[in-house]
T-cell receptor, first 113, second 108 residues
Framework: DADVTQTPRNRITKTGKRIMLECSQT?????MYWYRQDPGLGLRLIYY???????NKGEISDGYSVSRQAQAKFSLSLESAIPNQTALYFC????????????FGPGTRLTVL | AQRVTQPEKLLSVFKGAPVELKCNYS??????LFWYVQYSRQRLQLLLR??SRESIKGFTADLNKGETSFHLKKPFAQEEDSAMYYC??????????FGTGTSLTVIP
């Protein structure tokens, strides 16, 4: 089945370290998104991309960067992780042809000590 | 600015009782609104979207532009409806905004 995968699924790191979270999809969708989920705050959009050459900042992009290496891959980087970035991170994909329904990955739980 | 508000973090109802999950939004344009659901140990998934005017698993949601609301309703709750529900808005710039979620528990 076509899917959205995220690696790693869990990561513990230290303040100041560079971290990359990866998202891959086999759905053939052109749109990809990165969200973070915090207790009591719901999901907040970090970055989104409508194709390889189109990257857009979301609601909370500060402290993050992204790379769309191919249609199927969208990576999120924390250049210098801080404890405040401890959260559950979700990747999602969508396609204009499906009325923009978003398909979510399983999530990556990141802990910054 | 918070664009989507879900005032109830937790909601408990008895099986067979009606359920309503509230969602209010703040947006001056013409938003597209969605309800997403996350069942235990499953991924977040679309439940329904206002543009489709559909009923999924017995749930409906009507967009009320006057009250800027998009409440989710079901006349008879089932145990399998227990889950986390998120209301979401997509603006004309294609950004998505999610509410903080409501955890629904249906008591047998």
């Amino acid at each position: 089945d076509a899917d959205v995968t995220q690696t790693p699924r869990n990561r513990i790191t230290k303040t100041g370290k560079r971290i990359m979270l990866e998202c891959s999809q086999t759905k053939g969708h052109d749109r990809m998104y990165w969200y973070r989920q915090d207790p009591g705050l719901g999901l907040r959009l970090i970055y989104y991309s409508f194709d390889v050459k189109d990257i857009n900042k979301g609601e909370i992009s500060d402290g993050y960067s992204v790379s769309r290496q191919a249609q199927a891959k969208f990576s999120l980087s924390l250049e210098s992780a801080i404890p405040n970035q401890t959260a559950l991170y979700f990747c999602a994909t969508s396609d204009f042809g499906t009325l923009d329904e978003q398909f979510f990955g399983p999530g990556t739980r990141l802990t910054v000590l | 600015a918070q664009r989507v508000t879900q005032p109830e973090k937790l909601l408990s109802v008895f099986k067979g009782a009606p359920v309503e999950l509230k969602c209010n939004y703040s947006y001056s344009g013409s938003p597209e609104l969605f309800w997403y659901v996350q069942y235990s140990r499953q991924r977040l998934q679309l439940l329904l979207r206002h543009i489709s005017r559909e009923s999924i698993k017995g749930f409906t949601a009507d967009l009320n532009k006057g009250e800027t609301s998009f409440h989710l309703k079901k006349p008879f709750a089932q145990e399998e409806d227990s889950a986390m529900y998120y209301c979401a808005l997509r603006d004309t710039g294609n950004q998505f905004y999610f509410g903080t979620g409501t955890s629904l528990t249906v008591i047998p």
